[in-house]
């Protein structure tokens, strides 16, 4: 049992938390010491967490992914999954000792004591039934109003998460709904019962930003209702404005444990300390990782820089102030819907060019569109001044290796058959085959991997790793325009922080041109010399990067703004 | 090096891509100006009209004269020759012929059998019966098996379900006409409950329904539980459970009918064996019906009836798959939008 | 990842139904390869006094009707039955992967058209289509071969163009196209070798059902004529001494059974190691 030591000892240096508020109000669950583990897989989730959420109070759970903080939610309500076992010192919910709690005790907390938002509505909610069948069936599981009555009680529970002609909304299905709205009707199905604890796991994270703002004000009115909440998130600044106390999970341990405002301004962890600084939007335009993690880091090891690259910068452009990918007028529909409505840019050597949009906006459509796969409808992307997508794919080909894309999800990028040392020298036919493995090697250095993994595939690499080895091969062809596509959106925050400085460092030593797309706006901002904020298809804000997030003149970018959520000062 | 789980859940959602994959615009799609179920009855209509022409193109493409096959092993005599010339319009140029075969077939009628000096409608019109029942039983055999099984072991890691998965693994591979003779030597022959051969009576269908039936029991089965266990592990069976539904509830209300979508994309394939199956099982069984007839059209070289039995089972098999497809249409909703 | 973990599938193991499987089948490619190493008696030679004999002394197996002797019919036959089948399935696995391919690779006209004539051809029963093949052939092995191939070559075809679009729109061959290699490469590198890589699973699984559909054909009479030794007849003349000698019919039914449960194990397994990717 020597996690237990060292995680008392851990909790032991934080502040003296009482499991039970000083109120003398019982707590709608204590447990102490609770442990999940998955004996079929040798896993252990969850290794020894304490927690106590009062009537009324709001607790945040946050950690990245793998920190056992969903286990440990659903383990409250005793879902903590299949084949879980769970094992605690204390372990008291609703009034009940949980340790001697049979599936129909559990089943009789689950939705009346306790409901569960989960992220995602679309697959959080049957999507084969109405939305009015789902919150029909807590209505009736529970018998909380007689048959009769609950149509009415359905309409009423839409109407208050916010949802407008409820009667209409109750007889469609989720994916006809959008996300927001179904995000809220699942909501509205979690509290139908009137349970004293609301848990809500990641319950914005599919949403876009504005949305997500909506998402987390109908949470604060929940609790300004009265209700509990039980917050899961890996983000900090979302949790922020909800929480009263805040518990950092790391590894299926507490690491930190306070009120909300101290965890997040004053936090005595390290962990803690590191997560607060990697939200990038807290700094614009500085390293994003001041907390060396203990992967390992490329910037401390020196890069030698590729001699030629001074010359490499310029000898195309006759004007060096010309840009090297540009676009004008740029238009295409999918059928009866214009994804990229006449959009126009100019992307310059050296500079990074942030698009920044909510789904839908056409922002992956642009990056199609300079990547020259897809021909626009009208306008035009030139590139170094030439032709680009003009060009017949024929002759687009030797241009090929100057424009290079790094893509949200680099496992779909890899071919599965793949070693990573084939997948770097992919683009390497040039070079004669002894040097591809020098080269290889060489650019995965750069990049900060060991050569040792030129022979794994890339299933078995973590996150990080495999958006890694998808930088180093954009680079092999030393591309003088490199279009980023959410390359950082799946990745955990710390991870993320890490990517955009190699991103940030290889701009600075190849002069490498930019076009950097993501939903977010903190991280659009840190890396951005210039934006574009895009809507529904169409640039509605464009200028110095600087400038937008500070003085945005389109309200569309204001509102963007306002919504990002933000960490206390 | 730990290996990565297969699935690590992205911390952060993806933006959805615009388009799914298989809507590009860069592929064809159908013409959206038909409604749904209209382009289903034309592609239907196009299946049967490919059904007539590969069964022309049989007759065509065998070696030897036309008159000869058609003839097969019946009586030859002139007057016979100068009747299937005049049918079949042989003296005509080679569109006509086609097309006046497609037009004969659209008024349903299928053709005359030279060899049983009958019209191939009244050969098959009186053996569609029986085999109707007994491809009916079997399937509602297989379908009742494969529920209760699928339902019974799914998501349980214990003994039971790797009984029945083994069980299913034999019922999937043995061929039908085993099974028969198995199900013969120990209920009839050793037994005696049923009998050997006939669809006199009733009980004589149980053998041959099983027979036809098991194998459908083991492919549905499988497809079932794999689809039971695959929506059992979806987020919004977590939702329900934490509404405090029961297991059963959740299975009932939740996870059958996300199950039910991939056994009735299989539909197709079932029809093939239900029927393919009855040719093997009335001859096992020595039971009346289309698959015996099309059995000794076959020896005979009767082609008019062999074409016939082709035609005949492309339209059963588009009508069931016009049927399915509507019937996926009201399990998924996100197919009536879309 | 710890949610994940519980719910991931447990690794594939060598287990022993698999190891059991793999012996058996090895067992049945020496009766194809090399009868005459498991038995020495001839499996045509009748002898009509020791007709319907059970299983003893000088016939492990018994003797069938005409007093032939059931296990060497049954050794033999495995050339027949088998053989047979993987003919077929080689047949059916090269010109259904040719053609879905072509289909999958071709223009928007060409490979529509193609696809539509797998779908129409697909709908068709196996087992009618095969008849209607052999109605034109007449009965026989080659036809056999022939007709059981040719009915099975749309399931291949229009899987191997199912899988060939999968991998042309992936994300691994758009990403090769930005590195600016030449559509052949492309093809070669990324769409071939992962189009086709599934195939031998498939085929695995698909020469059971060949098997069976073999068996089929020939306990309707359509396959190898007698007296040649084949398990789909040796069964359908069985039918009628059921009654007095069940052994007759036992022992072609479980060498056809565990051929096919075997392939089918062993199909299963390979596909699952594929799906795994487990190098």
């Given at each position: 049992m020597t996690e237990v030591a060292i995680n008392r000892a851990g909790s032991a240096s934080g502040p003296a938390t009482a499991p039970v508020p000083a109120t003398g109000v019982a707590p709608l669950v204590a447990v102490e010491n609770l442990r999940v583990s998955f004996p079929a897989?040798?896993?252990?989730?969850?290794?020894?967490?304490?927690?106590?959420?009062?009537?009324?109070?709001?607790?945040?759970?946050?950690?990245?992914?793998?920190?056992?903080?969903?286990?440990?939610?659903?383990?409250?309500?005793?879902?903590?999954?299949?084949?879980?076992?769970?094992?605690?010192?204390?372990?008291?919910?609703?009034?009940?000792?949980?340790?001697?709690?049979?599936?129909?005790?559990?089943?009789?907390?689950?939705?009346?004591?306790?409901?569960?938002?989960?992220?995602?509505?679309?697959?959080?909610?049957?999507?084969l039934r109405t939305v009015g069948a789902e919150i029909t069936e807590v209505l009736a599981e529970h018998d909380v109003v007689p048959r009769p009555a609950r149509p009415e009680r359905v309409r009423a529970l839409l109407e208050a998460v916010g949802v407008r002609d409820p009667e209409v909304r109750a007889r469609q299905h989720p994916h006809q709904l959008s996300g927001g709205l179904r995000q809220r009707a699942l909501i509205a199905s979690a509290i139908a019962a009137e349970p004293e604890l609301l848990i809500a796991d990641e319950p914005t994270t599919a949403l876009d930003v504005t949305v997500q703002a909506q998402i987390l004000r109908l949470l604060a009115d929940r609790k300004a209702a009265g209700t509990a909440l039980l917050m899961i998130s890996h983000d900090l600044a979302v949790v922020a404005a909800v929480a009263d106390r805040v518990l950092v999970m790391r590894d299926g341990v507490v690491v930190e444990d306070g009120p909300a405002r101290e965890v997040l301004t004053a936090p005595r962890h390290d962990y803690t300390r590191a997560l607060l600084a990697a939200v990038p939007s807290a700094s614009p335009r500085r390293s994003a990782s001041p907390v060396p993690s203990a992967s390992p880091v490329p910037s401390a090891s020196p890069v030698p820089r590729r001699p030629g690259r001074s010359q490499k910068a310029d000898p195309h452009g006759a004007d060096p102030r010309g840009a090297v990918l540009a676009a004008t007028g740029l238009s295409v529909a999918y059928g009866s819907r214009t994804a990229v409505d006449d959009v126009s840019f100019r992307l310059h050597a050296g500079e990074t060019l942030g698009v920044v949009g909510e789904s839908g906006s056409g922002k992956t459509t642009l990056a199609r569109l300079a990547l020259g796969l897809l021909a626009p409808d009208a306008g035009e992307v030139t590139l170094r001044g030439g032709p680009w997508s003009g060009l017949p794919e024929r002759r687009r080909r030797p241009l090929r290796p100057a424009v290079q894309v790094i893509a949200q999800n680099p496992l779909d990028s890899f071919d599965p058959r793949h070693t990573v040392g084939r997948l770097v020298a992919d683009p390497l036919s040039a070079l004669p085959r002894p040097r591809r493995r020098e080269r290889a090697i060489e650019l995965l250095g750069r990049v900060g991997l060991p050569p040792e993994l030129l022979g794994r595939r890339p299933r078995e690499l973590s996150g990080g790793q495999r958006q890694r080895v998808a930088i180093a091969r954009a680079l092999a062809s030393r591309p003088e325009v490199l279009i980023c596509d959410e390359p950082v959106s799946a990745l955990d925050v710390s991870i993320q922080a890490q990517v955009l400085d190699l991103l940030a460092e290889i701009q600075a030593e190849d002069g490498t041109a930019l076009l950097f797309i993501s939903h977010d706006l903190g991280v659009v901002r840190h890396l951005s010399d210039r934006v574009l904020v895009m809507k529904d298809g169409r640039v509605v804000e464009e200028g110095d990067a600087h400038e937008v997030f500070l003085r945005p003149r389109h309200p569309y970018t204001r509102e963007l703004l306002a919504a990002v959520p933000r960490l206390p000062e | 090096m730990t290996a990565a789980p297969p699935a690590p859940r992205p911390p952060i959602s993806r933006p959805p891509r615009p388009h799914p994959p298989w809507s590009r615009p860069s592929w064809p799609r159908p013409p959206a100006w038909l409604g749904a179920p209209l382009r289903r009855l034309v592609s239907a209509a196009a299946v049967l009209w490919a059904a007539a022409t590969t069964a022309y193109a049989a007759l065509l493409l065998a070696p030897g004269d036309t008159v000869d096959l058609l003839v097969g092993d019946g009586a030859d005599t002139p007057e016979i020759r100068a009747q299937i010339v005049a049918e079949w319009g042989l003296d005509r140029p080679e569109a006509v012929r086609y097309l006046s075969y497609l037009g004969r077939l659209l008024h349903g009628d299928l053709g005359r059998s030279y060899q049983l000096q009958q019209d191939v409608g009244e050969v098959l019109a009186g053996q569609v019966g029986p085999t109707a029942r007994l491809t009916l039983a079997a399937a509602a055999v297989g379908v009742a098996l494969a529920f209760a099984l699928a339902v019974a072991t799914a998501g349980r890691s214990a003994w039971p379900r790797r009984i029945v998965s083994a069980a299913e693994l034999v019922a999937v591979s043995v061929p039908q006409f085993v099974i028969g003779i198995v199900l013969l030597f120990v209920f009839s022959f050793s037994l005696g409950w049923f009998p050997v051969s006939g669809a006199a009576d009733p009980q004589a269908l149980v053998l041959p329904a099983l027979a036809l039936g098991l194998p459908v029991a083991g492919v549905l089965g499988q497809v079932l539980r794999e689809g039971l266990e695959r929506a059992l592990e979806q987020p919004f069976v977590v939702t329900a459970r934490s509404r405090g539904l029961g297991e059963r509830a959740v299975v009932a209300r939740h996870a059958l009918r996300h199950a039910l979508l991939p056994a009735v994309t299989l539909t197709g394939w079932f029809t093939g064996v239900l029927l393919g199956g009855a040719v093997i099982t009335e001859a096992l069984f020595g039971r009346p019906g289309l698959g015996r007839v099309a059995m000794q059209a076959v020896s005979a070289k009767d082609m008019p009836v062999v074409m016939a039995v082709v035609i005949l089972s492309a339209a059963v098999y588009v009508t069931i798959s016009v049927l399915l497809d509507l019937a996926y249409r009201i399990i998924d909703p996100r197919l009536r939008s879309a | 990842?710890?949610?994940?973990?519980?719910?991931?599938?447990?690794?594939?193991?060598?287990?022993?139904?698999?190891?059991?499987?793999?012996?058996?089948?090895?067992?049945?490619?020496?009766?194809?390869?090399?009868?005459?190493?498991?038995?020495?008696?001839?499996?045509?030679?009748?002898?009509?006094?020791?007709?319907?004999?059970?299983?003893?002394?000088?016939?492990?197996?018994?003797?069938?009707?005409?007093?032939?002797?059931?296990?060497?019919?049954?050794?033999?036959?495995?050339?027949?039955?088998?053989?047979?089948?993987?003919?077929?399935?080689?047949?059916?696995?090269?010109?259904?992967?040719?053609?879905?391919?072509?289909?999958?690779?071709?223009?928007?006209?060409?490979?529509?058209?193609?696809?539509?004539?797998f779908d129409v051809l697909s709908t068709f029963p196996e087992l009618l289509l095969a008849l209607l093949v052999i109605a034109?052939?007449?009965?026989?092995?080659?036809?056999?071969?022939?007709?059981?191939?040719?009915?099975?070559?749309?399931?291949?075809?229009?899987?191997?163009?199912?899988?060939?679009?999968?991998?042309?729109?992936?994300?691994?061959?758009?990403?090769?196209?930005?590195?600016?290699?030449?559509?052949?490469?492309?093809?070669?590198?990324?769409?071939?070798?992962?189009?086709?890589?599934?195939?031998?699973?498939?085929?695995?699984?698909?020469?059971?059902?060949?098997?069976?559909?073999?068996?089929?054909?020939?306990?309707?009479?359509?396959?190898?004529?007698?007296?040649?030794?084949?398990?789909?007849?040796?069964?359908?003349?069985?039918?009628?001494?059921?009654?007095?000698?069940s052994w007759v019919a036992f022992s072609p039914g479980v060498a056809l059974t565990l051929s096919v449960v075997c392939l089918t194990v062993a199909g299963r397994h390979l596909q699952r190691r594929f799906e795994g990717r487990t190098p």
């Open positions: 897989s040798g896993v252990e989730a969850v290794r020894g967490v304490s927690l106590s959420i009062a009537p009324g109070e709001c607790v945040a759970l946050v950690g990245e992914s793998g920190s056992g903080k969903s286990v440990t939610a659903r383990a409250l309500i005793g879902l903590a999954g299949p084949g879980a076992r769970v094992r605690a010192s204390a372990f008291r919910v609703g009034g009940g000792d949980a340790l001697t709690f049979g599936p129909r005790e559990w089943r009789r907390l689950r939705g009346r004591f306790a409901g569960l938002v989960l992220q995602d509505a679309l697959v959080s909610l049957d999507p | - | 990842m710890a949610v994940a973990a519980p719910l991931a599938r447990p690794g594939v193991r060598l287990r022993p139904g698999l190891v059991l499987a793999l012996l058996v089948l090895a067992v049945l490619v020496v009766a194809v390869a090399a009868p005459g190493l498991v038995t020495r008696i001839d499996p045509l030679a009748a002898d009509p006094l020791r007709a319907l004999a059970p299983p003893g002394a000088g016939h492990p197996l018994g003797t069938d009707h005409l007093g032939r002797d059931v296990l060497a019919r049954v050794v033999h036959g495995a050339r027949h039955s088998l053989g047979i089948g993987v003919l077929a399935t080689a047949l059916a696995v090269g010109a259904g992967s040719l053609l879905g391919l072509a289909a999958g690779l071709a223009g928007r006209l060409a490979g529509e058209a193609l696809a539509r004539v034109i052939t007449g009965p026989g092995t080659w036809n056999v071969v022939a007709a059981i191939g040719i009915a099975q070559i749309p399931t291949y075809a229009r899987v191997v163009r199912a899988q060939t679009f999968v991998v042309r729109r992936s994300g691994y061959v758009e990403q090769a196209v930005t590195f600016g290699h030449s559509r052949a490469r492309v093809v070669a590198r990324h769409v071939l070798p992962n189009v086709v890589g599934p195939v031998p699973v498939l085929a695995t699984i698909g020469l059971g059902q060949a098997v069976i559909a073999t068996s089929g054909l020939s306990f309707l009479g359509m396959g190898p004529q007698p007296p040649a030794p084949e398990w789909g007849t040796m069964l359908a003349e069985s039918r009628d001494y059921l009654r007095v000698a």
